[in-house]
Structures are given as C-alpha cells and as structure tokens.
C-alpha cells in the first residue's frame, strides 16, 4: 500500500541497515504491509474526529460529505 511503500523508501534512504536487515530476514513486505495498516487505522481515527467536530448537517448528501473530507484535508495538511 501507499504508506507501507512511503515505509520502505524512508528505510532505505535513511536507515539502510535496518532496511537491508529486514531485506535479510525476508521480513520487509510483512512489516510494510502492517505499517501501511496502521496508517489507514491512524487516518481513519483522524477522519473521525474530525467529522465529529464538523458535523455534516446532511450526511447523505454527496456534495457536503465531499466538502467536508475537502476541509479536513486542507486542516491535516496544515497540521504536519
């Protein structure tokens, strides 16, 4: 997945032995694919929290849930 990939790039650029390591052990794929999941259960708790202090007035609606998870973007951006 995207963040496990992001993972394997930051190791090899910046922690080469460690990366080589895993490499070795035949341990790189597995712990880029557990990586890459807790970083969509880290996003999905962000989105959380942030759509529960911007509540949609309409959910079922498209268009707002867009602008929403829009804003919330922007507001994730800004805050790394």
Not at 7 to 29: F, V
Not at 34 to 62: D, F, R, W
């Amino acid at each position: 997945g995207k963040y496990g990939l992001l993972w394997i790039d930051y190791m090899k650029s910046n922690h080469a032995e460690r990366y080589r390591h895993h490499i070795r052990m035949g341990t790189l794929s597995a712990r880029a694919f557990e990586l890459n999941e807790e970083a969509y259960e880290m996003l999905e708790g962000i989105v959380s929290q942030y759509l529960a202090k911007h509540k949609p007035q309409h959910s079922a609606s498209t268009m707002e849930m867009w602008k929403l998870r829009n804003r919330q973007n922007k507001w994730r951006k800004r805050s790394c």
